[in-house]
């Protein structure tokens, strides 16, 4: 939430943000060139800067900056001025991948994610991005890997589908998922967590709270909550009072018991956000809960949750 998504946030308060996260034990920390279109990379860069042993960084390809020119409407308020634009071609790649670590002011980082793949993003644009992809920005990561530019390569992404798309054709390392293996959503445990946890590719779950809502928030999937996803919402909520649990503990606490899931990254813009967070994740949850869930239909039988 770095880059100002929907809503400002000041250098100071971003600063806070992070410095709240480091004190509460953050170890490891997400980006992108399009948030904020570099700003998010450059303030976590200028904190980095501060810190005495360097976290986990991931950030992501596939957008390009075109700088000093008008934005138009991507959802950051009072961003950097420049023109994100979709480029999986290994030149880009290369020219994206030198410019986030001048933002970060870091040689090297420990992962690297192909952003937005896929279908959700691309529509009828998909499988033409997608050889480009398979051409270019996937080839350009291998060797950054072999440089030691990187650790890892994988994807930064919103859907399954491209997640097994790729699978299908090149080994990868890593996959941040964003909003699809939640309280709300459990359909990974069909095909891609089985995979990822047969092939060991690390699942970083992001958006546990499906943009907000089981946080409390308005948004769902990066827009308004539909009347079925408000209901479920609600039973949810329902059966987390009666265990006095916040429904947001439990969102973000039940990802993490699947074998397959390594981190769950929500967004945070605020120093109280992150404490909020660092709370929540650590409060104890009875198992009685889960098992109401379960019995209640609002969470899969098959899903593992937390001991």
């Not at 969102?251 to 660092?278: K, M, T």
């Not at 379960?294 to 098959?302: C, P, S, T």
């Amino acid at each position: 939430m770095l880059g100002n998504l929907y809503a400002p946030v000041s250098d100071a308060e971003a600063d806070s943000a992070l410095r709240a996260a480091s004190t509460g034990g953050v170890h490891y920390y997400d980006t992108a060139p399009f948030y904020g279109h570099g700003l998010s990379e450059a303030r976590l860069g200028r904190f980095l800067a501060s810190m005495e042993t360097r976290p986990l960084l991931s950030t992501k390809v596939g957008r390009s900056l075109a700088h000093g020119e008008m934005p138009g409407e991507t959802g950051f308020v009072d961003a950097a001025r420049a023109r994100p634009y979709f480029d999986y071609s290994a030149g880009a790649v290369s020219r994206q991948v030198a410019e986030s670590l001048g933002r970060l002011a870091v040689d090297n980082v420990d992962m690297l994610l192909v952003h937005d793949l896929g279908a959700f993003t691309h529509g009828s644009a998909h499988e033409r991005q997608f050889d480009t992809a398979m051409a270019g920005a996937f080839p350009a990561l291998a060797g950054l890997q072999r440089q030691g530019i990187t650790r890892a390569i994988g994807l930064g992404v919103n859907e399954v589908a491209i997640c097994l798309q790729v699978l299908a054709q090149i080994d990868i390392d890593v996959i941040l998922l964003a909003g699809r293996y939640t309280l709300l959503e459990q359909a990974p445990l069909d095909d891609l967590l089985p995979l990822c946890e047969a092939r060991g590719v690390q699942v970083i779950v992001g958006g546990p709270f499906n943009s907000g809502v089981l946080a409390g928030s308005p948004h769902y999937d990066y827009g308004a909550v539909p009347p079925a996803v408000a209901a479920r919402v609600q039973a949810l909520s329902a059966i987390c009072a009666r265990h006095d649990v916040p429904l947001a503990a439990a969102a973000l606490q039940f990802p993490l018991a699947h074998p397959a899931v390594c981190s769950v990254i929500p967004g945070s813009s605020s120093a109280a956000e992150i404490r909020a967070n660092i709370t929540l994740v650590a409060r104890p949850i009875p198992a009685a809960l889960w098992a109401d869930l379960k019995q209640a239909g609002l969470l899969r039988a098959d899903a593992p949750v937390p001991a």
